[in-house]
């Protein structure tokens, strides 16, 4: 939950980008960014707190963490866009579009579509 919707603000998109941000540092870290021991703390950690990247941060390429960074900042304003972070150096530089069977690319298509619904 970003920070803006914790303090009860009014919000924009950006709230989707901390999202991406949180999700992000769950599959870099395997922890959540912000932590407590009740949903309190949590929201004063998201509030207040940089994340927690713990022993993790060492092991993490300088591009990945700026992704996750600049998808968490407080401010929305100062926070990534989503096309910043679509042309970000670490999904720019390591990440190679496959070639994909049209079947394939279909049948992923149907099966998000039946599970948004």
Known sequence: MAPEIVEEKSYNEKVDVWSVGVIAHILLTGCPPFIGKSKLEIYKSIVNDHPNFGKARGALSTEALTFVISALRKDPEKRATCDELLNSEW??????????????????TKNLSAFRK
């Open 91 to 108: 999904l720019t530089e390591n990440v190679s579009v496959p070639d994909v069977d049209p079947e394939i690319a279909l049948e992923i």
